[in-house]
């Protein structure tokens, strides 16, 4: 059974800084693409930041410049390292990865979730 799990999230003042981070377990034969999403009050969960097989990035438009996105292939782990924080990145943070278990196909695998508040 593939499992991610999140950690990290927290409160913290505007203009500060977390790290989050994502580690999968189970029965991983690869990992394709590794993600953050996140998800405010009242909001639909979107696109934060990816990253591809190769550590080929994507971010949103909003966090580019002032969040970082990076994996560890040998721990199965993606983290997102942000900066300079807006209270507007106050949401729930959500981990998603694209893995294949052995003997299954690809798969989409989704964390709990940790949520991040910004203070003014």
């Known amino acids: 059974q593939v499992q991610l799990v999140e950690s990290g999230g927290g409160l913290v003042q505007a203009g500060g800084s977390l790290r989050l981070s994502c580690a999968a377990s189970?029965?991983?034969?690869?990992?394709?693409?590794m993600g953050w999403y996140r998800q405010a009050p009242g909001k639909q969960r979107e696109l934060v930041a990816v990253?591809?097989?190769?550590?080929?990035?994507n971010y949103a438009d909003s966090v580019k410049g002032r969040f970082t996105i990076s994996r560890d292939n040998a721990k199965n782990t993606v983290a997102l390292q942000m900066n300079s924080l807006k209270p507007e990145d106050t949401a729930d943070y959500y981990c998603k990865a694209q893995i294949q278990a052995y003997f299954r196909g690809l798969n989409e695998y989704w964390g709990q979730g940790t949520q991040v508040t910004v203070s003014p």
């Open positions: 990253i591809f097989n190769g550590d080929r990035t």
């Open positions: 189970g029965s991983i034969f690869r990992i394709t693409n």
